[in-house]
């Protein structure tokens, strides 16, 4: 079993930054084992979608062309955590974010391809 805890959110006005970070666990959790982690996110009334993904092995990103240039997503193997820089953030990123893991290591942003998922983090930012 793989747990997925998200932590980090809050609320910050436009142009504001925020940090998320996940921290991946469980006794059959192995970063190496583990393929790839990705953000997703779902504001109210609107479908969950792709942030950015990182690969746990090479470091591989991608980013959705919404965020590209004010996100970065980076990982650390040694503490199995996955971390997701937020600047220059505006209104229409107010969402819950959830951490995903998924076993292959061929990063996807469906959010269909993805194993395991955290409970999520609410970030509101205010205009």
């Known amino acids: 079993q793989v747990q997925l805890v998200e932590s980090g959110g809050g609320l910050v006005q436009a142009g504001g930054s925020l940090r998320l970070s996940c921290a991946a666990s469980g006794r059959t959790f192995n970063s190496l084992a583990m393929g790839c982690m990705g953000w997703f996110r779902q504001a109210p009334g609107k479908e969950r979608e792709f942030v950015a993904g990182?690969?746990?092995?090479?470091?591989?990103?991608l980013y959705a062309d919404s965020v590209k240039g004010r996100f970065t997503v980076s990982r650390d193997n040694a503490k199995n955590t996955v971390n997701l820089q937020m600047n220059s953030l505006e209104p229409e990123d107010t969402a819950v974010y959830y951490c995903?893991?998924?076993?292959?290591?061929?990063?996807?942003?469906?959010?269909?391809?993805?194993?395991?998922w955290g409970q999520g983090t609410q970030v509101t930012v205010s205009s």
């Open positions: 995903a893991a998924r076993r292959s290591t061929v990063l996807v942003p469906s959010r269909f391809d993805y194993d395991y």
């Open positions: 990182i690969t746990w092995r090479a470091g591989m990103t």
